[in-house]
């Protein structure tokens, strides 16, 4: 299982999108990971 760090400003939608799209696939199982923490500069 891979742990994910994730770095984003989050200023778009895209960027929140693209987070949650990762989320859903690793709750599904689509993605042998999970996102460990996310770090915000925000």
Same mark, same amino acid.
């Given at each position: 299982?891979?742990?994910?760090?994730?770095? #984003?400003?989050?200023?778009?939608?895209?960027?929140?999108?693209?987070?949650?799209?990762?989320?859903?696939? #690793?709750? /599904?199982g689509?993605?042998?990971?999970?996102? /460990?923490?996310?770090? /915000?500069?925000?």
């Amino acid at each position: 299982m891979l742990n994910i760090g994730w770095f #984003s400003t989050g200023r778009d939608e895209a960027a929140r999108q693209l987070l949650q799209a990762v989320q859903d696939k #690793s709750h /599904s199982g689509d993605i042998n990971g999970k996102i /460990s923490f996310v770090f /915000s500069n925000r």
